[in-house]
């Protein structure tokens, strides 16, 4: 039996949407990226401000995480397909991976502050794919992605400072 495939009703053209869905599949593979090296940063904090940074990075985790949804399901509203896999995530990641044995507090902070803002600019470059398909919806949400991702970068930079 052959699967029917996925027809999700829009108005907006499938060349277009499938520009769109490719940006947002990147950014999606950017942000489980960025949620998993976050927590492990969070997991192998210490020092002295071990306390302050490890609920820091949760707090931020769990926002990259929620985000992920909204990300995929938009790709689904648009009439496309998301990532599948770890190893889809890996073939569409931007933000590099950390596998070192230890990471001192403040490069953790810098380098989480600094995948934040190339997250940005992968969204800002989604935003003008999404404006260019006229996809008001995904501009918008875009927004408020966008806005998180900021505001963790400036925590991050801030927090970074008595590191």
């Known amino acids: 039996m ?9 108005d907006l053209q ?3 949407t499938k520009t769109v869905a490719e940006a947002l ?3 999606l593979a950017d942000s489980f990226a960025l949620f998993f090296k976050t927590k ?3 997991w192998h904090m210490s020092g002295p401000h071990f306390r302050d940074y490890h609920l820091l990075l949760d707090e931020q985790a769990a926002q990259i995480f929620a985000g992920t ?3 995929a399901e938009r790709v689904r509203k648009t009439g496309n397909t998301t990532l599948r896999s770890i190893g889809d995530i890996a073939r569409h990641q ?4 950390n596998d070192a044995e230890f990471v001192a507090p403040a ?3 810098k380098e989480l502050r600094d995948d934040n803002l190339k997250l940005v600019e992968a969204l800002r470059e989604a935003k003008d794919i999404a404006d260019e398909a006229k996809d008001n ?4 949400m875009i927004d408020n992605w966008t806005e998180d991702a900021e505001r963790r970068a400036w925590f991050l930079f801030e927090t970074g400072k008595t590191a």
Do not use: R, Y
Not at 94 to 97: F, G, P, R
């Open 69 to 71: 949804d909204d990300i």
């Open 2 to 10: 052959v699967a029917k495939a996925l027809n999700t009703p829009t």
């Open 107 to 109: 490069a953790m902070l």
């Open 40 to 42: 492990n940063f969070h």
């Open 94 to 97: 931007t933000i590099t991976d």
């Open 14 to 16: 499938s060349n277009a």
């Open 137 to 140: 919806a995904t501009s918008a």
């Open 25 to 27: 599949n990147g950014v």
